[in-house]
């Protein structure tokens, strides 16, 4: 069974649970054949209900669930006020999905360059300062070793093949990583390993996070990184500056600060995490969004700080 079947079977039987059934499906992302998400729309008793269902075809759907319920049970045990994430409804181990609410509110992604753009920076600080307070799981604590490993496909030494000029920046780079594998230290938190404008919902004052597909307990500057480092990418540098200022304002009000002294490391990691999914996905403008990622790696290499936080090594 493919994943649009496995998903329109998972729908349904969810909805004959309710005494519905499922009117339409539209896929939301099937950018990697592996996983599928769709949203459907439910309609019975006069009235509609939308969900959304995400198909893994190729891992155990458990650990995400997990996650996810983990999350959730924190959020309520703390009565966190900011952070929220889409109730899970059904976890399907026959079809392989996981079937949730849909996401409220406005897509961070798609407010403008404005005042409400910053408001939502600040938000997603006391949200992300919010997950990390959640107690730690049990078991096994994710390092960056752990990260480069799961998370960077096809891996560095591909990339270098690819677009030979920057061999040269990529050989620093697996410097850089492997000194600072052996010397930072952190303390571990519960992680999102994908937070970015996409995963993030603004309803009010509560921001709604989704896809929690890579979700482990790690350094919780990993997060931290990963946002900077995506408005970076994607932010004229003045606006940038501004966002990041705000995201920094919103998670030093909960959050451990410590964090920013750290954020170089995963600044630098993500330019090749994101390099090798361009290369992976061959998806449209790739090659030149690889080249503009491995200039900004250099560029990073080269400095000795980031927007005014301590740089890993003074």
Not at 1 to 10: D, E
Not at 15 to 32: F, K, N, W
């Given at each position: 069974?493919?994943?649009?079947?496995?998903?329109?079977?998972?729908a349904?039987?969810?909805?004959?649970?309710?005494?519905?059934?499922?009117?339409?499906?539209?896929?939301?992302?099937?950018?990697?054949?592996?996983r599928?998400?769709?949203?459907?729309?439910?309609?019975?008793?006069?009235?509609?209900r939308?969900?959304?269902?995400?198909?893994?075809?190729?891992?155990?759907?458990?650990?995400?669930?997990e996650?996810?319920?983990?999350?959730?049970?924190?959020?309520?045990?703390?009565?966190?006020?900011?952070?929220?994430?889409?109730?899970?409804?059904?976890?399907?181990?026959?079809?392989?999905?996981?079937?949730?609410?849909?996401?409220a509110?406005?897509?961070?992604?798609?407010?403008?360059?404005?005042?409400?753009?910053?408001?939502?920076?600040?938000?997603?600080?006391?949200?992300?300062?919010?997950?990390?307070?959640?107690?730690?799981?049990?078991?096994?604590?994710?390092?960056?070793?752990?990260?480069?490993?799961?998370?960077?496909?096809?891996?560095?030494?591909?990339?270098?093949?690819?677009?030979?000029?920057?061999?040269?920046?990529?050989?620093?780079?697996?410097?850089?990583?492997?000194?600072?594998?052996?010397?930072?230290?952190?303390?571990p938190?519960?992680?999102?390993?994908?937070?970015?404008?996409?995963?993030?919902?603004?309803?009010?004052?509560t921001?709604?996070?989704?896809?929690?597909?890579?979700a482990?307990?790690?350094?919780?500057?990993?997060?931290?990184?990963?946002?900077?480092?995506?408005?970076?990418?994607?932010?004229?540098?003045?606006?940038?500056?501004?966002a990041?200022?705000?995201?920094?304002?919103?998670?030093s009000?909960?959050?451990?600060?410590?964090?920013?002294?750290?954020?170089?490391?995963?600044?630098?990691?993500?330019?090749?995490?994101?390099?090798?999914?361009?290369?992976?996905?061959?998806?449209?403008?790739?090659e030149?969004?690889?080249?503009?990622?491995?200039?900004?790696?250099?560029?990073?290499?080269d400095?000795?700080?980031?927007?005014?936080?301590?740089?890993l090594?003074?």
């Open positions: 069974m493919n994943a649009s079947a496995s998903i329109h079977a998972a349904s039987d969810f909805a004959a649970s309710l005494g519905m059934t499922v009117e339409q499906c539209h896929v939301l992302d099937s950018r990697t054949p592996e599928t998400t769709t949203k459907c729309d439910l309609t019975g008793f006069g009235k509609r939308t969900i959304v269902a995400k198909h893994y075809g190729d891992r155990s759907i458990r650990p995400v669930a996650a996810m319920q983990y999350v959730q049970d924190g959020i309520d045990a703390l009565k966190l006020k900011v952070l929220r994430i889409p109730r899970l409804l059904r976890v399907d181990k026959l079809h392989s999905v996981v079937i949730q609410e849909f996401a509110g406005v897509a961070f992604a798609a407010l403008p360059n404005s005042d409400d753009f910053l408001n939502a920076s600040y938000l997603a600080g006391e949200a992300l300062a919010e997950l990390h307070s959640i107690p730690i799981w049990p078991g096994r604590v994710m390092t960056l070793r752990d990260d480069v490993r799961d998370l960077i496909r096809p891996e560095p030494s591909q990339i270098a093949k690819k677009f030979p000029r920057f061999a040269e920046t990529l050989d620093q780079w697996n410097a850089f990583m492997q000194h600072a594998i052996f010397s930072h230290e952190f303390v938190a519960v992680i999102h390993r994908d937070f970015h404008l996409r995963q993030c919902f603004v309803l009010g004052n921001m709604e996070v989704i896809d929690w597909d890579d482990v307990v790690g350094d919780p500057a990993f997060d931290v990184g990963y946002l900077i480092s995506y408005l970076k990418s994607h932010m004229s540098d003045t606006f940038a500056e501004k990041i200022h705000e995201f920094a304002k919103g998670y009000v909960r959050g451990d600060t410590s964090v920013f002294s750290r954020v170089r490391i995963y600044r630098a990691f993500n330019l090749v995490r994101r390099s090798a999914r361009r290369l992976r996905l061959r998806d449209a403008n790739w030149s969004q690889v080249r503009e990622m491995l200039t900004n790696l250099q560029a990073e290499l400095i000795r700080g980031y927007f005014g936080f301590a740089p090594d003074s």
